[in-house]
């Protein structure tokens, strides 16, 4: 009787305070009460499954369109299951809690005070969706939580028995990039998926559309691709793909890549041929008969294109633009267009490192500014690129590490980056035979994203979380960090074999 009396007590003022928030639901402290009282309700299922929830996530387009400034879903489940992982450490035995990288850990936490202290210096957290005069306080928010994701993935180890499902749950969860384009194309009555899906993929078709443009971009197609090219490469590797007994693999991956040129974006296609050379290398299939079979189809395909290029969509020419091959003029000028202004925003860039060299210019930034900038933009006032500057998008990995984070943040950045290549390299090298093709694809993907970060396009602040998701993947995946496998003979042959050697003397 008793503990019915307390329940009652505690429920009913509780469903009367959310009854009048739900009067107007749209306020941010309606909305972040409705949103943690949803999160007490589903307490037991995330206690329970928060670490697969977060694997889920990484790599999942899915906007938290009840909470203020409707985050991306891996911000939330990183949070959380950091949370879980803080207060359920005191409970889990030593003896089973996984080993991590300590120099992961280390660098991680440097590059968390640079964050800080950087943050503190150059103009605080602002964030607009709370009402700040300050922007661009999501930067520091996707920094933190790449940051405390990696720590959430390495709390606990994924079983044995789920291993095979959570690669492909970390890898296909990135198709949910095209359902913004499907939705667009639906129609009016599925418009209400842009609630939980991001509008931004779909943004391009629709512009297509109101202007009667010939380039239609499904850009959501891109990721998507890529998820499914990534998984196949993960289940099955090079060699997995090219078995003759099973054409319908390659069938699918080339169907894939098709499906990636109908975005539009160059990068789509750059990162596919990294992750296939540093896979070919790590699979060291360099030295077999794979090797020339490879050459000779790329050599063949090569050709192909450069006689039905431009017969092809506007949007598949445009993919294939950084090729020396003839496309639609106009494609090409669009296309070297984006290359121009960038390259002329970088020469600017490299001139104000000496300026933020120790001190970092951080990420907050002046609506005022950004008003004024794109004004000036229209009346031909000021380069088209400035905006992107004030915004802090500067397409270029090494400079949205240094400007923004100085020397200290660099340091950091490549500390954790070299000691990740070693976490992943010796889960590669020591991995059961179970995780081989996965291990093989972790570390490939990590390369492949570190040079296209460095040489092509990159922005840290949103490509860290993919950095340290598949480190701390491999670590939970693998139950820490492999190591070379030691065999102990036993004293019985070593003696015979001793005795052996002395009687033939």
Not at 62 to 68: D, G, I, R, T
Not at 280 to 300: D, G, H, K
Not at 442 to 461: D, H, K, N, P, Q
């Amino acid at each position: 009787m008793g503990k019915s009396l307390l329940i009652f007590i505690i429920c009913v003022p509780l469903a009367i305070l959310l009854g009048i928030m739900l009067s107007d639901p749209l306020t941010t402290n309606s909305m972040i009460l409705l949103s943690a009282s949803f999160a007490l309700l589903l307490s037991p299922l995330l206690i329970k499954s928060h670490h697969t929830l977060l694997i889920i996530a990484s790599n999942a387009y899915v906007n938290v369109f009840f909470l203020p400034g409707q985050p991306q879903l891996w911000v939330l489940t990183n949070a959380i299951s950091f949370c879980m992982a803080i207060i359920s450490r005191p409970l889990d035995r030593s003896e089973k809690r996984l080993k991590g990288s300590r120099s992961v850990t280390w660098s991680l936490l440097v590059l968390f005070v640079v964050i800080v202290v950087t943050a503190k210096e150059s103009g605080g957290i602002g964030i607009r969706a709370f009402g700040s005069s300050v922007y661009g306080g999501k930067r520091y928010v996707w920094l933190v939580m790449g940051i405390a994701g990696y720590f959430a993935l390495t709390s606990q180890a994924v079983a044995d028995k789920s291993r095979r499902h959570v690669v492909g749950w970390y890898f296909l969860s990135g198709v949910t990039s095209a359902v913004g384009n499907l939705a667009y194309a639906l129609g009016p009555a599925f418009y209400f998926l842009f609630l939980l899906f991001p509008v931004e993929w779909a943004l391009q078709q629709a512009g297509a559309d109101q202007t009667g443009a010939d380039l239609v971009r499904l850009s959501g197609l891109g990721p998507a691709a890529g998820a499914v090219q990534t998984y196949m490469l993960a289940k099955y590797g090079i060699r997995g793909l090219l078995e003759i007994r099973h054409p319908w693999r390659l069938l699918i991956f080339i169907i894939s890549i098709i499906c990636a040129m109908f975005s539009g974006f160059r990068s789509t296609i750059v990162i596919l041929f990294l992750i296939l050379g540093f896979q070919f290398y790590y699979e060291r299939l360099f030295r077999t008969r794979l090797f020339p079979v490879a050459v000779v189809s790329c050599l063949a395909t090569f050709l192909v294109l450069s006689l039905t290029a431009e017969r092809l969509p506007l949007s598949l020419q445009r993919t294939l633009t950084f090729l020396p091959i003839k496309v639609d003029a106009a494609m090409r000028r669009n296309a070297d267009a984006t290359i121009e202004w960038r390259v002329e925003m970088w020469k600017l860039l490299v001139k104000q490192i000496p300026e933020y060299f120790w001190l970092g210019k951080g990420f907050a930034m002046d609506p005022t500014d950004m008003y004024l900038a794109g004004e000036a933009a229209k009346r031909g006032h000021a380069e088209a690129f400035e905006g992107a500057i004030i915004a802090g998008d500067y397409h270029s990995g090494p400079l949205s590490v240094i400007i923004p984070l100085g020397i200290f943040g660099v340091i950091a950045f490549v500390w954790f980056l070299i000691a990740g290549y070693r976490v992943l390299r010796r889960n590669y090298l020591y991995g059961d035979a179970e995780m081989q093709r996965a291990n093989t694809l972790f570390i490939s993907l990590f390369m492949a994203r570190l040079v296209f970060f460095v040489f092509f396009f990159g922005g840290f602040s949103s490509d860290l979380w993919t950095f340290t998701s598949l480190v701390g993947l491999s670590i939970s995946m693998n139950k820490g960090i492999c190591k070379p496998v030691v065999v102990v003979r036993p004293k019985e042959e070593v003696s015979q074999e001793s005795s052996l050697t002395t009687s033939a003397a």
